[in-house]
């Protein structure tokens, strides 16, 4: 089945510091990708769609500056923390549609962000 | 609007005893339904999908699930709990008028007890 890839999937970073994290579609192309932000035992909430080559739509209540989303190509996007803070400490999952698929979706195996 | 309730946040059996997780769903088209299943500190696997087939879907390591449109409900179920069935599961609507959008249920916990 198809595969996605998130990297690193435990990270611990300082206050104020700044954190990549990158979902990678690794056999198939993704038009569309899905970042998600997970609270210790809550659901997924749907932070923002990331669609290759243009600007990433964000759910409301998620602030642009703070969650930098980049989809440069079709098997990568990246999410970036900016001024991480220990509130910003949290399970990131994305996933990924292949492109021309619809309904179908796949996840990554997710990130867990520390922030001391 | 689509909106997916699971009716119950924790579910304890026993091992070797049926498992019944429920969900009722609302939407304004026809959905397609999903059940996600994650073990602690993992991302989500796919247990099983309805997209206007066949109503009883079956799905990975033994679940299955009914869409009953009439009850607007995906109840997932398996026969027999195994103790590495102990896991949180998520129900989960897609429209395709919502851009195949999803929208996850609250999610239950399911411990299985020796």
């Known amino acids: 089945g198809a595969v996605v890839s998130q990297h690193p999937s435990w990270v611990i970073c300082k206050s104020g510091t700044s954190v990549k994290i990158e979902c990678r579609s690794l056999d198939f192309q993704a038009t569309t990708m899905f970042w998600y932000r997970q609270f210790p035992k809550q659901s997924l909430m749907l932070m923002a769609t990331?669609?290759?080559?243009?600007?990433?739509?964000?759910e409301q209540g998620v602030e642009k500056d703070k969650f930098l989303i980049n989809h440069a190509s079709l098997t990568l996007s990246t999410l970036t923390v900016t001024s991480a803070h220990p509130e910003d400490s949290s399970f990131y999952i994305c996933?990924?549609?292949?492109?021309?698929?619809?309904?179908?979706?796949?996840f990554g195996e997710g990130s867990r962000l520390t922030v001391l | 609007a689509q909106s997916v309730t699971q009716l119950d946040s924790h579910v304890s059996v026993s091992e070797g005893t049926p498992v019944l997780l429920r969900c009722n769903y609302s939407s304004s088209y026809s959905p397609s339904l999903f059940w996600y299943v994650q073990h602690p500190n993992k991302g989500l696997q796919l247990l099983l999908k309805?997209?206007?087939?066949?109503?009883l879907v079956k799905g990975i390591n033994g679940f299955e699930a009914e869409f009953k449109k009439s009850e607007t409900s995906f109840h997932l179920t398996k026969p027999s709990a195994h103790m590495s069935d102990a896991a949180e599961y998520f129900c989960v609507v897609s429209e395709s008028n919502a851009g195949n959008m999803l929208t996850f249920g609250g999610g239950t916990r399911l411990m299985v007890k020796p």
């Open positions: 309805y997209t206007s087939a066949a109503t």
């Open positions: 996933s990924a549609r292949p492109s021309g698929k619809a309904g179908e979706l796949f």
């Open positions: 990331s669609n290759e080559g243009s600007k990433a739509t964000y």
